[in-house]
């Protein structure tokens, strides 16, 4: 689900090990100079733990201390317009699923002081390549699996609920809206790497409307990725990146040749009729028409583009990150990439 607060429910962010080691492009800058103490408001606990209070009181406590963020958790997430805070908060009290939701979520996530660590890490590497950004307040809470990780007037939220662990009972039972090919990604893993390739989308680069092309369209996927590289830790996989299982990873990896040249014997490159290309940029368990027996990955172009933009990087060393996420001529990206796999 949706919404119109720049709730992003992009599911570029996940799965499996590349061994192929080029996300590592260089040496991380030093940021230990740049003070920042990420710290996330467990709103999900605050909710929780007035289960038994009074609700007009419950109300505005928690619209005092998380205002927009509670006006989007009560109408958007939640509820809607339609109904009250009081009324919203009283049925939500009443469900026995949101007690069991809960006692899941605190037990996998007694705190969030590794997350925050990583999350104070990454941020102060966003601020060393763009000083100039402003790092989100980060809320935590449980919605129901109504989404997972939304942006709203200067927070980030933090769906604890859609990172439960791949085999989380939870997700057994909601596969009719939410696909196992889906929440098998959804593990505390995820967490940093899915919060950074959102923020990266909707606050710092987002895409044109003129980028209508094919190659447009993996360019921008790939520096989105790229980034991802630059600034999470080198120990998070490209797995968590990418969002591939091992056989798919390794299926782009034999057949990467094939894949180009897919793309240029059916002349897609510079194709903008969306119903050709988004079989290449959407997510799903494989790309229907390559490959035998559904063993191909999904969102060949993103993970094409990721590749050209590596192979940019490495054929221009005197390009800076912040050059790269600005550069508009794809072609000049492409053709300076020399990317030719065999």
Not at 221 to 230: A, P, S, V, W
Request: charged share 25%; with cysteine; hydrophobic share 35%.
């Amino acid at each position: 689900m949706n919404y119109n607060v720049k709730f992003s429910q992009s599911y570029l962010f996940f799965l499996f090990i590349l061994t192929f080691l080029s996300c590592k492009q260089g040496t991380k800058p030093d940021v230990t100079a740049i003070q920042l103490d990420v710290k996330i408001d467990r709103f999900d606990r605050d909710l929780y733990l007035r289960k038994d209070k009074d609700i007009k009181q419950t109300d505005e406590l928690l619209q005092k201390k998380y205002g927009a963020f509670y006006d989007d958790y009560i109408h958007r997430m939640v509820g809607n317009e339609s109904y009250s805070p009081d009324e919203i908060l009283a049925t939500l009290f009443k469900d026995q699923a949101y007690y069991d939701l809960n006692k899941e979520v605190d037990s996998i996530f007694p705190n969030l002081v590794p997350i925050e660590k990583d999350l104070t890490q990454t941020f102060k590497y966003i601020k060393y390549y763009y000083p100039k950004s402003q790092v989100p307040r980060f809320i935590s809470f449980v919605s129901g699996f109504s989404v997972q990780t939304p942006i709203g007037n200067d927070y980030m939220g933090i769906g604890l609920d859609m990172f439960l662990g791949k085999d989380s009972k939870f997700y057994r039972a909601i596969v009719e809206s939410v696909p196992l090919y889906l929440s098998k990604r959804f593990s505390p893993q995820y967490i940093v790497p899915r919060l950074t390739e959102t923020y990266a989308r909707e606050e710092l680069f987002a895409e044109r409307d003129q980028d209508r092309t094919l190659l447009a369209k993996m360019i921008h996927n790939g520096k989105i990725l790229y980034f991802m590289d630059r600034v999470l830790a080198d120990n998070v996989p490209d797995s968590v990146k990418i969002g591939y299982t091992a056989k798919q990873l390794e299926w782009c990896k034999t057949f990467e040749s094939d894949i180009w040249g897919y793309y240029l014997q059916n002349d897609l490159l510079f194709e903008t009729d969306y119903q050709k290309i988004q079989v290449f940029l959407s997510e799903g368990p494989f790309t229907p028409g390559l490959g035998e027996r559904n063993e191909s990955a999904p969102k060949l172009g993103i993970w094409t583009g990721w590749q050209i933009v590596r192979k940019y990087m490495e054929e221009n060393p005197s390009v800076t990150l912040q050059q790269l996420m600005v550069e508009k001529d794809t072609q000049k990206v492409l053709q300076a990439s020399k990317y030719k796999p065999k």
